[in-house]
């Protein structure tokens, strides 16, 4: 009798990290399938990539892109709207 309920216990303890780690590979890949998409709307804004200070260099069979201008546009953009987002939450749980 005692050994079934270890054994019980084991089993209880197992499941409960399955399911941990299954939550967790949904939340990872929410957040995969949310970056992909927004890549590939941001590869759609024709001018990101072609600002003044973007430096690409050309050969032929060959093109570097480093967008320096580009990605300092959107990590201010990314800041703010993560700051709008935290305070919101702040907000929501304070209440």
Same mark, same amino acid.
């Given at each position: 009798?005692?050994?079934?309920?270890?054994?019980?216990?084991?089993?209880?303890?197992?499941?409960?990290?399955?399911?941990?780690?299954?939550?967790? %590979?949904?939340?990872?890949?929410?957040?995969?399938? /949310? +970056?992909?998409? =927004? !890549?590939?709307?941001?590869?759609? #804004?024709?001018? $990101?990539?072609?600002?003044?200070?973007?430096?690409?260099?050309?050969?032929?069979?060959?093109?570097?892109?480093?967008? %320096?201008?580009?990605?300092?546009?959107?990590?201010? /953009? +990314?800041?703010? =709207? !993560?700051?709008?987002?935290?305070? #919101?939450?702040? $907000?929501?749980?304070?209440?």
């Amino acid at each position: 009798m005692d050994n079934r309920s270890s054994q019980r216990c084991y089993d209880e303890t197992a499941m409960s990290g399955f399911e941990t780690i299954g939550k967790l %590979l949904m939340v990872v890949g929410t957040a995969i399938v /949310l +970056l992909g998409g =927004l !890549l590939w709307l941001l590869s759609r #804004i024709p001018f $990101l990539g072609h600002l003044p200070g973007d430096i690409r260099i050309e050969r032929p069979g060959f093109t570097c892109l480093i967008p %320096l201008v580009s990605s300092i546009i959107l990590s201010i /953009l +990314l800041t703010i =709207l !993560l700051n709008i987002v935290i305070q #919101i939450v702040r $907000l929501l749980i304070h209440r």
